[in-house]
């Protein structure tokens, strides 16, 4: 099963999810151990237009036990595409 995830959208939506959208700055390579890195700079997809960093639903960091990596208030895109 290929069960995976973008960090911002690969999908374009105008005023939803596009390039002015915005979110709190964690693109930079963290270097943890263990993860998956093609890259050393993420460059995100497309982001929300809801993200405010005055608001603590978007700050207040979870403490992931599955998806560790992830930070709250940023855009990400899941898929789940059928196997051939």
């Keep these: 099963v290929n069960v995976h995830w973008h960090l ?3 999908h374009y939506s105008v005023g ?3 390039e002015h959208g915005v979110g709190p700055n964690n693109t930079e ?3 943890d151990e263990g993860t998956r890195r093609l890259a050393g ?3 995100p997809g497309f982001r ?3 993200y405010d960093e005055n608001d603590p639903t978007f700050t207040t960091e979870y ?3 599955h998806c560790v990596g992830l930070h ?3 855009t990400y ?4 595409p059928p196997s051939a």
């Design 77 to 80: 895109e899941g898929h789940w």
């Design 63 to 65: 403490a992931w036990q």
């Design 48 to 50: 929300c237009h809801k």
């Design 72 to 74: 709250v208030g940023e």
């Design 41 to 43: 700079v993420v460059r």
């Design 16 to 18: 939803e999810y596009d």
């Design 29 to 31: 390579d963290e270097g």
């Design 8 to 10: 911002g959208t690969e």
